[in-house]
């Protein structure tokens, strides 16, 4: 029998992933190695590969084993990653700004921090508060 949804609010296991690929010459501002982030959320025994791109949003359903080589794979491409507890936000409106793969990522992760708008931003923020 399948496993039941998770519930809005329930705490999951995510894999936040930093990349430092610039499509966009604007994005290469941004320090190396951290100019791009996304998530990979536990859901039952699923994995779901959440990525927001400026021009679309890409969302992957992934099998346990599959995931697990795909990390790898991202290791071997020299992605940083850091885990993370999802938590439920406060109930207060997030505070405003532009859509970014931060932004998205944040709102994913239950984090409600102005000042966190660029993935090494992100990356440090996770890195101090991780439990």
């Given at each position: 029998?399948p496993?039941?949804?998770?519930?809005?609010?329930?705490?999951?296991?995510?894999?936040?992933?930093?990349?430092?690929e610039?499509?966009?010459?604007?994005?290469?501002i941004?320090?190396?190695?951290?100019?791009?982030c996304?998530?990979?959320?536990?859901?039952?025994?699923?994995?779901?590969?959440?990525?927001?791109?400026?021009?679309?949003?890409?969302?992957?359903?992934i099998?346990?084993?599959?995931?697990?080589?795909?990390?790898d794979?991202?290791k071997?491409q020299?992605?940083?990653?850091?885990?993370w507890?999802?938590?439920?936000?406060?109930?207060?409106?997030a505070?405003w700004?532009?859509?970014?793969?931060?932004?998205?990522i944040?709102?994913?992760?239950g984090i409600?921090?102005y000042?966190?708008?660029?993935p090494?931003?992100?990356?440090?923020?996770?890195?101090?508060?991780?439990?």
């Amino acid at each position: 029998m399948p496993a039941p949804p998770t519930t809005v609010g329930e705490a999951r296991l995510a894999l936040v992933l930093f990349s430092g690929e610039a499509d966009m010459k604007w994005l290469r501002i941004l320090k190396p190695g951290f100019r791009h982030c996304f998530t990979a959320i536990e859901s039952g025994p699923r994995w779901i590969i959440y990525n927001p791109l400026s021009h679309q949003t890409e969302i992957i359903v992934i099998e346990p084993d599959d995931f697990f080589r795909l990390v790898d794979g991202y290791k071997k491409q020299g992605l940083r990653m850091v885990s993370w507890v999802t938590k439920s936000a406060p109930l207060n409106p997030a505070p405003w700004a532009p859509y970014t793969c931060v932004e998205a990522i944040k709102r994913v992760l239950g984090i409600h921090a102005y000042r966190v708008a660029t993935p090494w931003n992100l990356y440090n923020f996770l890195k101090k508060y991780n439990d």
